[in-house]
């Protein structure tokens, strides 16, 4: 699987709301009723960025499939 393939259909990135819309996506697609987020892929990111977007998740994203 080529690199582009795989943030294309295995990644969901962007700002909380093309999370929200593409995890909806998703969601509806393949009946999804877990989720799993990892936000320090291969330990490229700044710890001070990691802590900023897990808030951005837990204020932006997780609500919005409660």
Not at 1 to 13: G, N, S, T
Not at 27 to 36: G, S
Not at 55 to 60: D, F, H, P, S, T
């Amino acid at each position: 699987m080529a690199y582009e393939d795989w943030l294309r259909d295995k990644v969901v990135y962007g700002t909380p709301e093309v999370v929200v819309d593409r995890l909806q996506q998703l969601r509806d697609e393949l009946d999804l009723t877990q989720m799993l987020y990892e936000i320090n892929l291969g330990r490229q990111i700044p710890y001070a960025l990691q802590l900023k977007n897990l808030r951005l998740i837990n204020q932006r994203v997780i609500p919005r499939f409660k």
